[in-house]
């Protein structure tokens, strides 16, 4: 079964500091990996997505995200964190064969911004 | 263009009950998704409409249910609530539904059971 793992629940960082959160999927091939963000009492907002080509995603507000096909890994980084930044992290992936929108999310990484 | 609406934003209903959800897509999107966000399940596939038919359907009890209007906009129902219903509810639309489109997120409905 396809699945979408992230292993840290909660992440603090502080400001200024560069931040990656860790997403590995289960999947048959390679799918379609985003990465989305959720602030308190919002909707979520797509940071950047993965289908093919160059394994480096740029997304906004600063953020990229890398594919590895090897690892199953499509982690999420930026380089330097701001303390707009706090928020709920979701990882995810939408099968590559169906045609049809259906994604399968990871339990989200919250992340803390100290001053 | 304006973006997912949701209405409404918030709702109590007691166990027994039923209760209906709406869902304005961005105009010309004609996919429109509902997902299920929980603390202890996360977010979950409910149902995917498309050009008024169900395309996809998530693991679900048929208490829930939904369907989709020739202008897209879509409505989900829940029958006989149950206190683990309790839950924000996103609806997302793209323009065609097909796996790689960005999906954009309407702010949600937060429904209580009580």
């Known amino acids: 079964a396809q699945s979408v793992t992230q292993p840290d629940i909660h992440i603090t960082v502080s400001e200024g500091a560069s931040l990656e959160l860790r997403c590995n999927y289960s999947y048959g091939a390679t799918p379609y990996l985003f990465w989305y963000v959720q602030s308190p009492g919002q909707g979520l907002q797509l940071l950047l997505k993965?289908?093919?080509?160059?394994?480096l995603v740029q997304g906004i507000k600063g953020f990229e995200a890398e594919f590895k096909r090897s690892q199953s890994s499509f982690n999420l980084r930026k380089p330097s964190v701001h303390w707009s930044d706090a928020a709920e992290y979701f990882c995810?992936?939408?099968?590559?064969?169906?045609?049809?929108?259906?994604?399968?999310f990871g339990a989200g990484t919250r992340l803390a911004v100290h001053p | 263009k304006a973006g997912v609406t949701q209405t409404p934003r918030y709702l109590i209903k007691t166990r027994g009950q039923q209760v209906t959800l709406s869902c304005s897509p961005i105009?010309?999107?004609?996919?429109v998704s509902w997902y299920q966000q929980t603390p202890g399940q996360g977010l979950q596939f409910l149902f995917e409409y498309f050009s008024e038919t169900q395309r996809n359907k998530g693991n679900f009890p048929g208490r829930f249910s939904g369907r989709q209007f020739s202008n897209s906009r879509s409505e989900m129902n829940v029958s006989t609530l149950e206190l683990g219903d309790s839950a924000l509810y996103l609806c997302a639309s793209s323009l065609a539904g097909t796996g790689s489109e960005t999906q954009y997120f309407g702010p949600g409905t937060r429904l209580l059971v009580l």
């Open positions: 993965y289908f093919s080509g160059d394994t």
């Open positions: 995810a992936v939408a099968p590559f064969s169906g045609g049809y929108n259906k994604l399968i």
């Open positions: 105009s010309g999107h004609r996919s």
